[in-house]
């Protein structure tokens, strides 16, 4: 892959560090149809739906050439952890994924896209994208879907690295509570505000309200969805500018030269928030990938409710 650091050709994000890694509709229908393409993959590429128990609607119509990755592989229940570094490089390696294949991820949710990139580039793989708008996108562009099956790859042999390739893109409950000591942490909150000030646990399956005390509300979307990243998105779903994000927040006291941990109720929104924040060149960021979820699950870890905060 080259240097990010190149300029931007057309129909790329001249303000991302990491310009390859969010990709156009145009440029996937070029990738599919095999036409010659600026940033191009270097060599072998997967495109893969990724959904949580969405391989129906994946049957009725996705982008031709794509097979289908469904999140219950990368997590499971009751926390919605990712699953063992094991299992983790034996999925990739069926999905014909080894460190070096250029991977192009997209979902009917973007945030189960983002859960996948996440863990991607966790567990080494080094050219992951991700494209602006999901589904959503391909369809306003007036692209073609094709039905029928997913498509499957020959399983690689070997994954050429040891995985994690980056451990330090992930936080367990212990680290979490290390970077809220930390002068330079920050454990940011990719939650609504009624998640934040404890109105709403955001989850049928999370019953304590409230939030970690000491995290710093990061932001994410409408107050009532906890799909919802409409805080960092344009109307039609594609990522605000770098700066926008950066200005939103700067305003919580959240800033690039930080130790940036993101997490949310189980790790999805959190997972778009670092994804932004990689695509941004922030150098030391994570996932804590418990998030409210396994931490308010203890007793012992603090949390803050402020029920009757004032409206955002």
């Known amino acids: 892959m080259n240097s990010p650091t190149a300029p931007a050709p057309s129909g790329f994000r001249r303000d991302l560090h990491r310009w390859r890694q969010l990709v156009t509709p145009a440029w996937v229908a070029g990738l599919v149809a095999g036409a010659p393409l600026a940033a191009a993959p270097a060599g072998d590429w997967r495109l893969l739906e990724v959904g949580f128990g969405a391989a129906a609607a994946f049957a009725r119509g996705h982008i031709p050439g794509a097979g289908y990755l469904d999140t219950a592989q990368l997590e499971g229940g009751p926390l919605w952890n990712k699953v063992d570094d094991a299992a983790l490089e034996r999925l990739l390696l069926g999905l014909g994924i080894r460190h070096d294949t250029c991977v192009v991820l997209y979902g009917r949710n973007p945030l189960a896209a983002a859960r996948a990139a996440h863990l991607m580039l966790y567990a080494g793989v080094a050219d992951v994208r991700l494209l602006d708008g999901g589904f959503a996108a391909w369809r306003q562009a007036g692209l073609p879907l094709a039905p029928g099956a997913a498509r499957v790859w020959p399983p690689a042999g070997q994954f ?7 451990p330090e893109y992930l936080c367990d409950t212990g680290q979490a509570r290390a970077v809220l000591a930390q002068a330079d942490g920050a454990l940011v909150s990719i939650r609504t505000w009624n998640e934040f000030i404890g109105r709403t646990s955001g989850y049928s399956y999370i019953d304590a309200r409230g939030e970690i005390d000491g995290a710093r509300w990061g932001r994410s979307g409408d107050d009532d969805d906890v799909n919802s990243m409409t805080e960092f998105h344009h ?78």
């Open 160 to 166: 050429g690295a040891a995985v994690p390739r980056h």
């Open 235 to 312: 109307a039609d779903g594609r990522m605000l500018p770098a700066a926008e994000l950066a200005r939103l927040w700067r305003a919580a006291d959240i800033d690039p030269g930080q130790h940036a941990v993101f997490y949310c109720g189980t790790g999805w929104r959190a997972s778009l928030a670092f994804f932004y924040a990689w695509l941004m060149n922030w150098q030391r960021i994570a996932v804590y990938d418990g998030g409210w979820c396994e931490w308010s699950a203890d007793p012992a870890n603090p949390v803050r409710c402020r029920i009757d905060a004032p409206d955002r």
